[in-house]
């Protein structure tokens, strides 16, 4: 696969950096239109994603290099070379909702709220934003035969797409694009819902991407680790078990999503 979208003289655009700011570009809109039905602010959403956005990616960067030091202890300049890839889904969710509480906080605003309203579009830029690894020829499972991969009824793209360094791979990304985009499309539907409570579709969010997550990792031969142990499922496993605690505490109260307004913003 070509990296490369295309070049303006000696600037050069990745398709992996045009997917993320993409799936950034659609999931924003989505946002603004859900935060405006709560009586937020285009202003406050503007604020908040100024500061959240670079933050989170600065954090998937970090998290990535961070697993990788041994390579970049010897290679510091290329840690700036993120159109290349190497953004860890994780380190964005841990540093955007960290900043998304401190936000939230100073500005007297229930967190839940707002991450009932990011989780919709995070999805949704998460299913756009792996066609960034297809294209870079990463997150890929283990070889593979042509046969297999067409019995699957994957498209034929996709199929060759997988042909790396003349072995046919499991296209892991593909699976959780496919998955990341069910979720999105569930999401809105049980966003419909008149008795929804408050931070449940957070819950749906944390539980449904911890689950995937956690077996498409299992698949995966470039996976961050700490020893033995791949991280990204020991932080699945995290995800899920906040999601139930959210689910629990969510049943308990009587704040519902839609009635949820916040008139200080």
């Not at 995966?220 to 605690?245: E, P, W």
Request: net charge neutral.
């Amino acid at each position: 696969m070509n990296p490369v979208a295309f070049s303006l003289g000696p600037i050069t655009i990745y398709w992996y950096s045009l997917l993320i700011l993409t799936g950034l570009i659609i999931g924003s809109i989505i946002g603004f239109i859900e935060a405006k039905k709560h009586q937020i602010s285009f202003d406050f959403m503007i604020d908040l994603l100024f500061y959240m956005v670079p933050l989170a990616i600065i954090c998937a960067r970090i998290y990535f290099v961070a697993f990788h030091w041994d390579y970049y202890h010897f290679n510091p300049i290329e840690i700036l070379y993120i159109w290349e890839g190497g953004l860890a889904i994780h380190g964005a969710i841990l540093g955007g909702f960290a900043f998304l509480l401190y936000f939230t906080r100073k500005h007297h605003v229930n967190p839940l709220l707002l991450t009932d309203i990011i989780v919709i579009s995070l999805i949704l830029g998460q299913s756009i934003g792996r066609w960034g690894n297809f294209l870079n020829s990463e997150a890929f499972g283990p070889a593979t035969t042509l046969s297999h991969l067409q019995s699957l009824q994957i498209p034929q793209f996709v199929i060759d797409g997988m042909y790396i360094d003349e072995i046919y791979h499991i296209p892991t990304f593909f699976y959780e694009s496919i998955a990341c985009l069910f979720g999105f499309f569930m999401l809105l539907l049980f966003r419909q819902r008149k008795q929804l409570k408050l931070g449940q579709l957070t819950s749906i969010y944390l539980i449904w991407y911890g689950v995937i997550r956690f077996f498409i990792e299992g698949l995966r031969t470039d996976s961050l680790m700490l020893g033995s142990l791949k991280i990204a499922q020991f932080v699945s496993i995290i995800m899920i078990g906040i999601g139930i605690i959210l689910w629990i505490n969510a049943v308990k109260t009587k704040r519902l999503y839609h009635k949820e307004v916040a008139n200080e913003i």
